[in-house]
């Protein structure tokens, strides 16, 4: 098991496992490329906050996001366990980047975050959240509580936050079944 930048030849990410269950192929192409490239920026912008680097101003089209994953960050977060990393799994030929590993105020629970910036809510979620836990145990050795997804919103509001962790071994096995066909579809 490594922990590397880049992903490994070979490797699969886990965002290319579930692709096929996210709908995007329904997207325009420039209007999906314009969120992808948005949501790359949102996800800078509040890395850069949760490491206390955020200077100088956000770009327009992310600041109502930015702006919403700060007031949550303030508000529920103790303490950040792990910044933005790749996990590169040996065992399965796996990479993925989770967003951040917190433990959240009142709490000794430590909860894996992925930050959402499309409106609508996927299932692929729940899976892809279960993916990045299989990574940490694998690669990381860390036991995750809590799996959440942190849902920013693209007009003024608050985070929505979705948990999933009520079926943890089962969205695993979801998971590993979709890599499975992925492996099975493309060598």
């Known amino acids: 098991m490594s922990t590397r930048d880049q992903i490994p030849p070979g490797y699969?990410?886990?965002?290319?496992?579930?692709a096929p269950f996210s709908k995007l192929h329904l997207i325009d192409p420039i209007v999906l490329q314009n969120?992808?490239?948005?949501?790359?920026?949102?996800?800078?912008?509040c890395t850069m906050?949760?490491?206390?680097?955020?200077?100088?101003?956000?770009?327009?089209d992310c600041r109502i996001y930015v702006e919403a994953f700060k007031r949550w960050?303030?508000?529920?977060?103790?303490?950040?366990?792990?910044?933005?990393?790749?996990?590169?799994c040996d065992q399965y030929r796996l990479s993925?980047?989770?967003?951040?590993?917190?433990?959240?105020?009142?709490?000794?629970n430590?909860?894996?975050?992925?930050?959402?910036?499309?409106?609508?809510?996927s299932k692929s979620w729940q899976l892809q959240t279960a993916a990045y836990q299989i990574l940490?145990?694998?690669?990381?050795?860390?036991?995750?509580?809590?799996?959440?997804?942190?849902?920013?919103?693209?007009?003024?509001?608050?985070?929505?936050v979705i948990m999933h962790d009520q079926d943890s071994k089962n969205d695993k096995d979801l998971f590993f079944d979709a890599l499975r066909l992925h492996r099975y579809y493309n060598g």
């Not at 993925?96 to 000794?108: C, H, N, R």
């Not at 430590?110 to 809510?121: G, H, N, S």
Request: glycine share 6%.
């Open 136 to 160: 940490m145990e694998k690669v990381l050795c860390e036991e995750v509580d809590q799996r959440m997804i942190l849902q920013l919103p693209k007009f003024e509001g608050d985070a929505k």
């Open 73 to 88: 960050c303030d508000k529920y977060v103790d303490k950040v366990l792990l910044e933005p990393t790749r996990l590169n």
């Open 35 to 45: 969120a992808a490239d948005r949501g790359t920026r949102v996800h800078k912008w």
């Open 110 to 121: 430590r909860v894996l975050i992925d930050i959402k910036t499309p409106q609508q809510a």
């Open 12 to 18: 699969v990410s886990v965002t290319e496992v579930l």
């Open 96 to 108: 993925g980047e989770f967003d951040l590993f917190v433990q959240l105020k009142g709490s000794t």
């Open 49 to 60: 906050y949760v490491l206390n680097l955020l200077f100088g101003e956000v770009d327009l």
